[in-house]
């Protein structure tokens, strides 16, 4: 059972559009979002965080929103640039639990100069 | 600094080979983690280390064994490999370990590149 969703595999965005990307989650206790980028042949870097009390949480560019009510979060990146090429994971946890992130399968994100 | 140092970048081994990946961070971190990612798929948990203690084991195959020397370093011995363990090998860690493990950010390493001939 999938518990974290990134149900586009792909999305491809031109250069200075905004980049919107999706997450949704089934766990209920999850309070504890986070994003990851990836790019091929290294290791996911972590990229913006939010946690359950608050409803939005920006970084310069980047900027996740939840909506728990829908167990939905979303990444928006604006101004989309080319080396945001990556994929990028939606990751999430319990601050009450004793178990790691549980990660989504990631969407590849390609942004057209 | 969020740094997380693994050696080597490349491994490449024999399946009667014996070879280890070493993992090595500076932060004070608590726990310490291994993942598995292959192509095109999340990262995956192997184990994890809190308190330098084995805590969580998510059914590994004992051909792969892990290590945690003191609190800076994680260790994954490898023995009697299958090509189809062949992936990214990733070390991570993050601040707080035992039963706060959940609501942490986790912080990787560049990855080892593991193939098995």
């Known amino acids: 059972d999938q518990q974290v969703k990134q149900n586009s595999p792909s999305l491809s965005v031109q250069e200075g559009r905004i980049s919107i990307l999706n997450c949704d989650y089934t766990?209920?206790?999850?309070?504890?979002f986070l994003w990851y980028k990836k790019y091929p042949a290294e290791g996911p870097t972590f990229l913006i965080s939010?946690?359950?009390?608050?409803d939005k949480n920006e970084d310069g560019r980047f900027t996740v929103f939840l909506n728990k009510s829908a167990k939905h979060l979303s990444l928006h990146i604006v101004p989309s640039q080319p080396g945001d090429s990556a994929v990028y994971f939606c990751?999430?946890?319990?601050?009450?639990?004793?178990?790691?992130?549980?990660f989504g399968k990631g969407t590849r994100l390609s942004v057209i100069a | 600094d969020t740094e997380v140092t693994q050696t080597p970048k490349h491994l490449v081994m024999g399946m009667t080979n014996k070879k280890s990946l070493k993992c090595e961070q500076h932060?004070?971190?608590?726990?310490m983690y291994w993942y598995k990612q292959k192509a095109k798929k999340p990262p995956e948990l192997m184990f994890v280390?809190?308190?330098?203690?084995?805590?969580i084991n998510e059914s590994v195959p004992s051909r792969f064994s892990p290590e945690c020397p003191n609190s800076s370093l994680l260790n994954l011995h490898l023995h009697a490999l299958q090509p189809e363990d062949s992936a990214l090998y990733l070390c991570?860690?993050?601040?707080?370990?035992?039963?706060?493990?959940?609501?942490?950010?986790?912080?990787f390493g560049e990855g080892s590149w593991l193939t098995v001939v």
């Open positions: 280390y809190s308190y330098e203690k084995l805590s």
């Open positions: 990751a999430a946890s319990s601050y009450s639990g004793n178990t790691p992130l549980v």
């Open positions: 939010i946690s359950s009390i608050k």
């Open positions: 766990n209920s206790m999850f309070d504890y």
């Open positions: 932060m004070g971190h608590r726990a």
């Open positions: 991570a860690s993050s601040q707080e370990g035992g039963n706060r493990v959940g609501g942490n950010t986790i912080y």
